[in-house]
Nanobody, 121 residues
Framework: QVQLVESGGGLVQPGGSLRLSCAAS????????MGWYRQGPGKQRELVAT???????NYADSVKGRFTISRDNAKNTVHLQMNSLKPEDTAVYYC???????????????WGQGTLVTVST
């Protein structure tokens, strides 16, 4: 079994910053792409940012220049630094990873449980 556990969500005022973290644990041989997705009220889940094992990144247009994704391969963690937050960034943020598990040996897509980010005065 592989688990992703997110942390760092909360309430922040517009223009503020938050840093989300996600840690993977379990029977892990390797983690390929890791990423963050979000689902706002009444909206579909959407991609926020992804990062490959080699460090290549991809961002949604709506967060470019404000959010930064990073990862620590040795610790199986991924982070999302969110700056200049806007009310429209309010959402549940989900961590996602493509994990090569050891037992059984297989490639699996794993999701975290989500962490709520609320941007409001």
């Amino acid at each position: 079994q592989v688990q992703l556990v997110e942390s760092g969500g909360g309430l922040v005022q517009p223009g503020g910053s938050l840093r989300l973290s996600c840690a993977a644990s379990g029977s892990i041989l390797n983690i390929n792409t890791m990423g963050w997705y979000r689902q706002g009220p009444g909206k579909q889940r959407e991609l926020v940012a992804t990062i490959t094992g080699g460090g290549s990144t991809n961002y949604a247009d709506s967060v470019k220049g404000r959010f930064t994704i990073s990862r620590d391969n040795a610790k199986n963690t991924v982070h999302l630094q969110m700056n200049s937050l806007k009310p429209e960034d309010t959402a549940v943020y989900y961590c996602n990873a493509d994990v090569l598990t050891a037992i059984p040996m297989s490639l699996r897509e794993v999701w975290g449980q989500g962490t709520l980010v609320t941007v409001s005065t």
